[in-house]
């Protein structure tokens, strides 16, 4: 027997009746993508402000002041004034405060005597997402207060301009969102996949459906078709949102972006089938999903953490992993606009991974179904 | 008390039958703790960094050696006459210095020393931290090869990052990354447990068995319970011995902790299972309520930084309450009030959540 499209529809047509159906399931696999965009959306923002800053000013003159008015005013900081400079520690301990300013008495008197005021600054080393951007502004704030209190304005013999490419108002937003799109179809076609096919084989209904003249392939075409047109509505989903609501711009090639994701999407879909082959039990099968499919695709992929700086064996791991070069795909698509050419790596990348782990899904489905 | 032994006795039995499974709850999460911990870092480095190469630029020249010197950038690829932008843009490079006609040293020697840094800022994180360290490059360049002593600013600050001064960032995920693990598997794993019977159908077959609804949920959802308790030890071992991350305060207060979170994940996992009436609903339930709770609970995103309606979101989120609790406990060993408040806070939310999982899992079986 041959392939033939007419049963692979067929199968795709019950399989298609089989989510319609399910009314909970297509909702929240529609619902994701929205949720997710808008959560992250509203919720990130790496530029790092209103840090409550808990203060204590032992030496309470002008210049004591207008230095807590410097930090006040920059925007980043919140100002908490306590009673001691024991209290000002305890206000991070209690986590009531992510850093302290200590102001010694005798501060305005080092400053006029034409010595160095020095005040004691604390940082809460235990929460990685603040300490790293307080540091960076303090450097400034010490230059801002120096050259306003002390009319102090150094000479500079190097002056660096940066200029922002691609992001120029590092909008965490554009960082953030086309990444989404990965961890979007990462989560429908890998999961779903691995869930509905293990499903068949808990119940029993998989020995029926082989059992018809369909053939295995057209089965997998047939079984799977219906969750890659769900894949395609949550990219399409993330695509609207994204420049609706978000404002994204997007400088590339839609057409190259739809095809990366098509071949990330079918790359995903055969490893969920592939899980489902090797588990054929639900719990087991999510587990694994979570750990091949989506744990890589939103901390291995580039999404947040920049694959450069990890560790070199991870660095080449990363490069079997598709969701890392569909990272490349969405996010030079989005702020880069670029082209095939200077894609080709990626989409090369991907090309090869999709037809490995196809080949390997059809091979173990076929092999385990003949008697 | 009998009946609930015996039922208790099958679902470990039942959980644990497939080697598979053993496997994957007790090994996985020590696997998953050990790559997080050892390949996610918050610390930017091996940036590629291009700059024209020219023999008569000793100063530009300098802060590029340096830059390379420092594990911070790598030199990256591009012939002498590349355009800067488009090496960025190619993403041959991530960033490139420019410097102004004729050289920066001659530049300087004018008195201006213009350098531009182009930066690939699609990670924002990334560019920030480049042009920080270009920067602190530049100001060492300064000091050591045009011998222009670093001024000394008379207002300083003396700054010292407390509980971990060297910005270890094993510190900093792996408390994260406990949180996140324990809170995926109990509250999806109990959620499909008990979807499972609804699918297979051995659900009618609990209803009509001599066994109370209250049985049928505590036999149900202990075993659950208990391998997230069981697995925080193992976790924790990982964290302390494995990375050397410091456990400053109480065992016994974060183990108290911890029982209190399992009992809201668990609380959850049953909740979303009264609402689901097969596996896959369930587990979409779960990811559903999971994504923006670990998003919201200051894991990776400050909270501090959220609009209003999502810090109140995040206040509400009960990941947010113990992750602080183990930051608090392990890094700073435990403030009191700090501690009770936030345990309390924990208990009260668990309470909440079994009195509902359990009213919406009675009137289920009913």
Known sequence: ?371 | MRTLRAFLRKEFKQALRDPRMRILLFITPMIQLTLFGLALSTDIKNVDLWAQPDSNDYLLRRIYDRSVESQWFRSASGDHNADPFELVRSGKADAALVSPPGGLSRAVARGAGDLQLLVNSMNVLEAQAVEQYVRNISNAVIEDDLHIKRPEFPISFEVRVLYNPTLETAFFMVPGVMCMLLSITTIILTGMSLTREKEVGTFEMLISAPVSATEVILGKTIPYLVLGIVQIPLVLAVAVFGFGVPMRGSFAVLLVASVAFVCTTVAIGTLISTIASNQQQSTMGGFLFLFPAILLSGLMFPIENMPAPMMWASYVDPLTHYLALLRNIMLKGGEGSFVVKHVLILIGMAVLLILASFRRFRTTLQ
């Open chain 1, 1 to 371: 027997m041959s392939f033939r499209w007419s049963r692979a529809a067929a199968i795709a047509q019950k399989e298609m009746y089989h989510v319609l159906r399910d009314r909970f399931t297509l909702t929240l696999a529609l619902g994701l993508p929205v949720f997710m965009v808008f959560t992250f959306g509203f919720a990130i923002e790496f530029n790092v402000k209103n840090v409550p800053l808990a203060v204590h000013d032992a030496d309470k003159t002008q210049t004591s002041r207008r230095v807590i008015d410097t930090f006040g005013s920059s925007g980043y900081f919140l100002v908490d004034p306590v009673v001691s400079p024991a209290a000002a520690q305890q206000a991070i301990d209690g986590d009531r405060s992510r850093a302290a300013l200590v102001i010694p008495g005798g501060f305005q008197k080092d400053l006029l005597s034409g010595g160095v005021a020095k005040a004691q600054l604390l940082l809460d080393g235990s929460d990685n997402s603040t300490v790293g951007p307080i540091l960076g502004y303090v450097a400034s704030i010490e230059a801002i207060a120096s050259r306003r209190i002390a009319d102090f304005d150094p000479p500079k013999p190097i002056e660096i301009h940066t200029r922002f490419l691609f992001n120029p108002e590092l909008n965490s937003r554009w960082f953030v969102i086309p990444g989404l799109a990965v961890a979007v179809l990462a989560i429908l076609a890998v999961l779903l996949t691995a869930l509905t096919v293990a499903r068949e084989w808990e119940n029993g209904s998989m020995e029926l459906l082989l059992s018809t003249p369909a053939e295995p392939l057209e089965i997998i075409v047939g079984k799977l078709a219906p969750y890659a047109v769900l894949g395609l509505v949550g990219l399409a989903f993330v695509y609207v949102i994204s420049r609706t609501v978000f404002a994204l711009p997007f400088r590339g090639s839609h057409v190259l972006f739809v095809l990366g994701g098509i071949l990330f999407l079918a790359t995903y879909l055969a490893l969920g089938l592939l899980i489902s082959v090797l588990t054929r039990r639900q719990q087991i099968a999510m587990q694994l999903a979570m750990m091949a499919g989506m744990i890589p695709a939103f901390l291995l992929s580039g999404f947040i953490f920049p694959i450069a700086s990890m560790p070199a064996f991870f660095r080449y791991l990363t490069m079997v992993l598709p969701a890392r070069w569909f990272m490349t795909i969405a996010r030079d698509s989005y702020l880069k606009g670029s082209t095939l050419v200077e894609m080709g790596t990626a989409f090369l990348a991907l090309g090869v991974l999709c037809v490995i782990i196809i080949a390997i899904a059809a091979r173990k489905f076929k092999k385990d179904l003949e008697p």
